[in-house]
T-cell receptor
C-alpha cells in the first residue's frame, strides 16, 4: 500500500527567501503529482512528474522526482505572498492498477509567506 | 478552471440522514474518482468509477456508494450520516490511462 509523507507540515517564510518541501513515498509510485489548495477551495494541479529525474518549473516553483530515493521536492524560489496556500503531493500506482487517478495524498504543507 | 463541476457546493444534513452528491466529468474523460477531505487533512480516496462500474475502493464503509451514468457523470451517496462525515468531497475526472486528474470545486458537507 502506497504511503506518502510530506515535510514540513507548516512553513512560514519571508518574501524573497527560498525553501524546499519534501515528499517521500513508501513503495513504487508511477507518477507523482503536486497540487495547490487555497483555503476552502479545490485542488489546482501544479505538476505531474512521470519518470525518474523529471524536473518541471512554472514561475517560482520547481518540482523534481527521484524514483530511486522515492523522493520528490517542490522548490520555491524568491517566495511572494501570493504563493501562500497548502501544497499537496500525491502518488499513484497506475502501472500496477492500470488506472490513473487513484491518488494517495500526503498530509499537505501549509505555506505562509510573510512580508 | 477545469471542466469538472460538482453540485451542490454546500450542504447541511442531520445525523442519520442520507445525501447524494453529483459530479459532471470533463469532456472526453470516462473515469471519475471521489475523495473525502476532512478539515486539515489530505484528500482520501473513496472509490473510482469507470464504464459505469466501481473500479477500486478505498477504506470506506459500504454506506458510501456511487453510480456512474452513460454520460460519465457520477453520484456519491452516503447513508446513515455520521458527524465524522463532515468534510469537503471532491471528484476528479480523467481518462482511464491518462496522466492527470482534474478536480471539481468540491461539495462542503456539514453533518449536525
Amino acid at each position: 500500500e502506497l504511503k506518502v509523507e510530506q515535510n514540513p507540515l507548516f512553513l512560514s517564510m519571508q518574501e524573497g527567501k527560498n525553501y524546499t518541501i519534501y515528499c517521500n513515498y513508501s513503495t513504487t509510485s508511477d507518477r507523482l503529482y503536486w497540487y495547490r489548495q487555497d483555503p476552502g477551495k479545490s485542488l489546482e494541479s501544479l505538476f505531474v512528474l512521470l519518470s525518474n529525474g523529471a524536473v518541471k518549473q512554472e514561475g517560482r516553483l520547481m518540482a523534481s522526482l527521484d524514483t530511486k530515493a522515492r523522493l520528490s521536492t517542490l522548490h520555491i524560489t524568491a517566495a511572494v505572498h501570493d504563493l501562500s496556500a497548502t501544497y499537496f503531493c500525491a502518488g499513484d500506482d497506475a502501472l500496477v492498477t492500470g488506472t490513473a487517478s487513484k491518488l494517495t495524498f500526503g498530509t499537505g504543507t501549509r505555506l505562509q509567506v510573510t512580508l | 478552471e477545469t471542466g469538472v463541476t460538482q453540485s451542490p457546493t454546500h450542504l447541511i444534513k442531520t445525523r442519520g440522514q442520507q445525501v447524494t452528491l453529483r459530479c459532471s466529468s470533463q469532456s472526453g474523460h470516462n473515469t471519475v474518482s471521489w475523495y473525502q477531505q476532512a478539515l486539515g487533512q489530505g484528500p482520501q480516496f473513496i472509490f473510482q468509477y469507470y464504464r459505469e462500474e466501481e473500479n477500486g475502493r478505498g477504506n470506506f464503509p459500504p454506506r458510501f456508494s456511487g453510480l456512474q451514468f452513460p454520460n460519465y457523470s457520477s453520484e456519491l451517496n452516503v447513508n446513515a450520516l455520521e458527524l465524522d462525515d463532515s468534510a469537503l468531497y471532491l471528484c476528479a475526472s480523467s481518462s482511464i490511462r491518462g496522466t492527470e486528474a482534474f478536480f471539481g470545486q468540491g461539495t462542503r458537507l456539514t453533518v449536525v
